[in-house]
């Protein structure tokens, strides 16, 4: 029996324990010590002191002893529900942390930005569908800054993205490398052409995408290292590549497109030519990018092995870690 006067109160800096709300779970299911200390392996003083121990810490009284059985408490009563709620939900915490240690299962939420997306997500989706059937894949497509901020804020996992990025504690496990070519309107002098010199981007009129967009950046840079002067014509209307090569089609310039790009994006209209630079060919690389020292690490550097193996059917080179 319970003292007279128990030291109850509402703080008395005790926390109950899983044992002490495990034993008296099943006290409240069977109504009796000796069943309920066999339910869950505990000898019999050892449960009664557990429960004892939780109305302590609780500084509430649970059950009404007798000699003959056991009753809950008004207080029990209400608490029996609530107990079993708890010990449901730390069962679920440990499922979910022994799942959590499975790869590839639960969600990984990938962001890639618009200049890769549409060309590289069916290889990525088949291989994720095919190898990795367990794995929650939630994909973003964003530009490049908001997916850095994305994966800084934890909003996102793992980026699939052109590099180099340059940014502190951002780890790029690399993919390909892919070459650009130069998509012209039918009748251009340089349309069809596979020997095309970097210097004669100088003064041609090129269409590139919006600011913000990794690959106008990219361009910029091709056209500068080939001499282009920061006079020279360029005309920014193309908020994406789909609208860009229509663009060039209606005559209105030249522009660069990742070889991956070209099938998707030239294949709709005839007008659209492409021609090849000579070696060494403009290009941009492809990686994964994650959190350095990421709680994933081993699990996405093996989705990057996975990955490579599969854009072998790609238009690009594949390069390995550490390329």
Same mark, same amino acid.
């Given at each position: 029996?319970?003292?007279?006067?128990?030291?109850?109160?509402?703080?008395?800096?005790?926390? %109950?324990?899983?044992?002490?709300?495990?034993?008296?779970?099943?006290?409240?299911?069977?109504?009796?010590?000796?069943?309920?200390?066999?339910?869950?392996?505990?000898?019999?003083?050892?449960?009664?002191?557990?429960?004892?121990?939780?109305?302590?810490?609780?500084?509430?009284?649970?059950?009404?002893?007798?000699?003959?059985?056991?009753?809950?408490?008004?207080?029990?009563?209400?608490? !029996?529900?609530?107990?079993?709620?708890?010990?449901?939900?730390?069962?679920?915490?440990?499922?979910?942390?022994?799942?959590?240690?499975?790869?590839?299962?639960?969600?990984?939420?990938?962001?890639?930005?618009?200049?890769?997306?549409?060309?590289?997500? %069916?290889?990525?989706?088949?291989?994720?569908?095919?190898?990795? %059937?367990?794995?929650?894949?939630?994909?973003?497509?964003?530009?490049?800054?908001?997916?850095?901020?994305?994966?800084?804020?934890?909003?996102?996992?793992?980026?699939?993205?052109?590099?180099?990025?340059?940014?502190?504690?951002?780890?790029?496990?690399?993919?390909?490398?892919?070459?650009?070519?130069?998509?012209?309107?039918?009748?251009?002098?340089? !349309?069809?052409?596979d020997d095309i010199p970097?210097?004669a981007l100088k003064e041609?009129? #090129?269409?590139?995408?919006?600011?913000?967009?990794?690959?106008?950046?990219?361009?910029?840079?091709?056209?500068?290292?080939?001499?282009?002067?920061?006079?020279?014509?360029?005309?920014?209307?193309?908020?994406?590549?789909?609208? #860009?090569?229509?663009?060039?089609?209606?005559? #209105?310039?030249?522009?660069?497109?990742?070889?991956?790009?070209?099938?998707?994006?030239?294949?709709?209209?005839?007008?659209?030519?492409?021609?090849?630079?000579?070696?060494?060919?403009?290009?941009?690389?492809?990686?994964? !990018?994650?959190?350095?020292?990421?709680?994933?690490?081993?699990?996405?550097?093996?989705?990057?092995?996975?990955?490579?193996?599969?854009?072998?059917?790609?238009?690009?080179?594949?390069?390995?870690?550490?390329?």
């Open positions: 029996m319970l003292p007279h006067n128990p030291p109850y109160g509402p703080y008395r800096g005790k926390q %109950p324990s899983l044992s002490q709300l495990r034993a008296f779970a099943a006290v409240a299911e069977h109504l009796h010590f000796r069943d309920a200390a066999a339910a869950i392996g505990m000898s019999q003083p050892a449960l009664s002191g557990a429960v004892s121990a939780l109305e302590e810490a609780l500084g509430v009284q649970l059950l009404e002893r007798t000699t003959r059985k056991v009753l809950l408490s008004p207080a029990g009563e209400r608490l !029996a529900a609530r107990t079993r709620a708890v010990l449901d939900a730390v069962s679920e915490l440990m499922e979910e942390a022994e799942a959590a240690q499975a790869p590839f299962t639960g969600v990984l939420r990938l962001g890639v930005i618009p200049t890769v997306a549409p060309y590289l997500l %069916p290889t990525v989706l088949r291989l994720v569908h095919q190898r990795y %059937p367990e794995l929650d894949l939630q994909v973003h497509e964003e530009q490049t800054s908001s997916l850095l901020e994305g994966l800084a804020a934890g909003r996102l996992d793992l980026l699939l993205l052109a590099v180099p990025l340059g940014v502190p504690g951002v780890t790029e496990l690399p993919l390909f490398d892919e070459d650009f070519v130069l998509v012209t309107p039918e009748g251009h002098p340089l !349309a069809g052409r970097r210097e041609l009129k #090129l269409l590139l995408l919006d600011e913000g967009h990794c690959l106008r950046d990219q361009a910029l840079d091709i056209c500068r290292e080939a001499g282009r002067t920061e006079g020279a014509p360029v005309t920014t209307t193309a908020a994406g590549l789909s609208t #860009l090569v229509q663009l060039v089609a209606g005559g #209105l310039g030249v522009t660069l497109l990742p070889r991956t790009a070209v099938k998707v994006e030239t294949a709709r209209n005839t007008a659209l030519f492409t021609g090849r630079f000579t070696d060494p060919a403009p290009s941009r690389r492809v990686a994964l !990018a994650m959190r350095t020292g990421a709680a994933r690490q081993a699990e996405f550097e093996e989705l990057a092995g996975a990955l490579r193996g599969a854009m072998k059917r790609l238009p690009v080179r594949v390069v390995g870690d550490g390329a």
